[in-house]
């Protein structure tokens, strides 16, 4: 069931335009304007742009694929745990984490890459395109990885505590 999800939102992905992610663009969008003080615009077949900043925030930029793995990690584990996974609301929680993981990870993966384009305009690099991507990955993983260690970190609370009552 759940890799069926999987399926369709990676179809819905595809042919989806930035208006149809707006409910993950514009979070993002609106962190970053306030963090950095700076004016943004919205275009319809564009996405957030960022005049000063020079970025555009668009459907790549999303997160929408961080909301999949996070949802599907965080899937996991609800099954993998033997949580009451017939629940409806156990699958709505999940979603929200996934939500907003995927949206924090999001600004911090766009705010770093700021940062470092700005910070380190010396350094030879050949694309600004290899540092926006490699801080993608890294912020992406570093957020997976210790969500998941923090969610397994729970579980096993719960599962002491069950074992002593």
């Not at 564009?46 to 555009?56: Q, S, V």
């Not at 705010?111 to 540092?131: D, G, M, N, Q, T």
């Not at 260690?149 to 002491?160: G, N």
Request: charged residues 10%.
């Amino acid at each position: 069931m759940l890799g069926a999800l999987f399926v369709c939102a990676k179809f819905f992905y595809k042919y989806a335009n930035v208006a149809q992610l707006l409910w993950l663009v514009k979070p993002v969008a609106i962190w970053i304007s306030s963090v950095t003080n700076t004016e943004m615009y919205w275009v319809d077949s564009l996405g957030y742009i960022f005049p000063k900043l020079g970025i555009c925030i668009e459907k790549s930029c999303s997160g929408y694929n961080m909301l999949l793995i996070s949802y599907s990690m965080l899937s996991y584990l609800i099954l993998l745990n033997k949580l009451n996974s017939s629940n409806f609301l156990v699958w709505i929680i999940a979603f929200l984490l996934s939500y907003f993981l995927s949206i924090f990870s999001n600004f911090t993966r766009i705010y770093f890459s700021l940062v470092f384009s700005r910070k380190l305009p010396h350094l030879w690099i050949p694309s600004h395109e290899i540092i926006h991507q490699g801080i993608g990955v890294f912020t992406n993983l570093l957020f997976l990885i210790f969500t998941y260690l923090f969610i397994q970190y729970l579980f096993k609370i719960k599962q002491a505590n069950e074992k002593s009552s």
